[in-house]
């Protein structure tokens, strides 16, 4: 167990985890809910991810920045700026969707202001992480940080499958499956309360080596690789290193392809699971939640569990990823039962959670300690920009034939394992560690 100064440390780490795992869970579970919601309404498939693709282009376009300010501003007040944009995003979406539930607004008129609610999220969500690294960072020496900044970061993971799995228990009367976004941002209420009133006041960076960074948007199955860890620990650099540099470009190449992929098959199983199952919208949420937190508890699994414990080194996790992923993406096409969709999608999630660190590792091995802040940063955008458009190509395809954003991310994933059996195999510096070493 991490071991955090006893000078009421212990306390601000958990506060500042819970804010990571509250941000994370608020996205996820409204994601879980809107396909449902979409379907009640009658509007487009291809809507519902355009407006969590709006969100996660924002929070692309912004986090870095924040990252920058966390380093230079109150870290304090960095975080109740970014629980405030949650918790007013959270508020603006359930009043749009119980509007549009109740028939008070026209579906249109819905979609309009739950983008502009998510439009918030995406601006302001991003703050919070770089200030909690910063602050985590400050708290620990150089030989803890890592582990330390490791374990907050697992809050956006733990948060991929609460949200999911506490949607269906968060619906309520009247609203309906509105519900979730109201109940969390209660808690987010009280957590930013929290954070105002026992969170101590920080300043500004002292220690160049203790700084905050870019986090990828939290989104189903997108559990953090890492690299935004990586480059909150790296030691400052002017050094800079090209998308396209050879050294890196394989590895970011895959992550790129692998993104895509999950963004496309993840966005589309909630619509997925009310078609095979046959199921009225409403009613369709719990088994929705089942599929999701079996795909986020396989990720999870990968990561935490069998990495460490396999050992395998950054080329062995991507190839096996691929192909496990590529297995698992197919079958959830042609499933046609709960059962199977949940196991399926399981598998894929299990494949996607061993690439995702595997390309992280790879890129950072493949250069030296002077530009790991750099290569982390590559790779926290990679992160980024797949659930950008990733989403929308998915549900997209998705409307012209049910299967078909599985059977292209399956081939995709297929083609590119042909060019990693090629273009990695000569990384021997990515060869010399694990990941979970």
């Known amino acids: 167990m991490l071991k955090l100064p006893s000078d009421g440390r212990s306390r601000e780490f958990t506060l500042l985890f819970v804010v990571m795992l509250t941000i994370a869970a608020g996205n996820t579970a409204l994601q879980s809910v809107l396909p449902a919601i979409g379907r009640s309404l009658e509007i487009p498939d291809a809507a519902i991810a355009v407006a969590f693709s709006v969100s996660a282009l924002v929070w692309a376009l912004v986090a870095q920045r924040w990252a920058r300010k966390s380093d230079h501003h109150g870290r304090k ?17 359930g009043l749009a969707l119980s509007a549009g539930i109740l028939g008070w607004i026209g579906p249109a008129a819905t979609m309009l202001a739950f983008v502009f609610g998510r439009l918030l999220y995406g601006y302001f969500g991003a703050a919070a992480p770089p200030a909690a690294q910063a602050i985590v960072a400050d708290s620990t020496t150089r030989a803890e940080r890592t582990r330390a900044l490791t374990l907050l970061g697992s809050a956006f993971g733990l948060g991929t499958i609460l949200g999911p799995a506490l949607a269906p228990f968060l619906i309520l009367p009247i609203v309906g499956l509105a519900g979730p976004a109201y109940v969390i941002a209660v808690f987010g209420i009280i957590v930013m309360i929290a954070v105002a009133r026992l969170l101590p006041a920080h300043g500004v960076i002292h220690d160049p080596s203790a700084h905050g960074a870019a986090t990828s948007y939290p989104t189903i199955g997108g559990q953090s690789s890492g690299a935004s860890i990586t480059a909150a620990t ?204």
């Open 77 to 93: 007040a960095m975080i109740l700026l970014g629980m405030g944009g949650f918790i007013a995003s959270l508020i603006l979406c």
């Open 234 to 437: 790296a030691q400052r650099s002017s050094v800079d290193v090209r998308l396209r540099d050879p050294r890196i470009w394989p590895w970011m190449l895959v992550g790129l392809v692998m993104g895509h992929a999950q963004a496309m098959t993840g966005q589309a199983i909630g619509f997925l699971v009310i078609d095979r199952l046959g199921l009225p919208p409403a009613m369709a949420q719990q088994s929705i939640g089942i599929v999701l937190m079996m795909g986020a508890g396989a990720t999870l699994l990968a990561q935490w569990g069998l990495i460490p414990l396999l050992s395998l080194t950054p080329r062995a996790l991507v190839i096996w990823g691929i192909v496990i992923a590529a297995i698992g993406s197919a079958l959830t096409g042609i499933a046609t039962s709960l059962h199977a969709i949940s196991v399926a999608f399981a598998l894929s999630s299990l494949g996607f959670g061993f690439v995702r660190p595997g390309f992280t590792a790879g890129a950072s091995l493949a250069v030296g300690a002077e530009e790991q802040g750099a290569v982390a940063g590559r790779v926290t955008a990679v992160n980024g920009a797949t659930f950008v458009v990733g989403p929308s190509i998915g549900v997209g395809l998705y409307e012209v034939a049910k299967p078909l954003p599985y059977a292209v991310a399956a081939f995709a994933l297929l083609v590119t394992l042909v060019y990693a059996l090629r273009a990695i195999t000569s990384a021997r510096s990515a060869d010399e560690a694990s990941p979970g070493r």
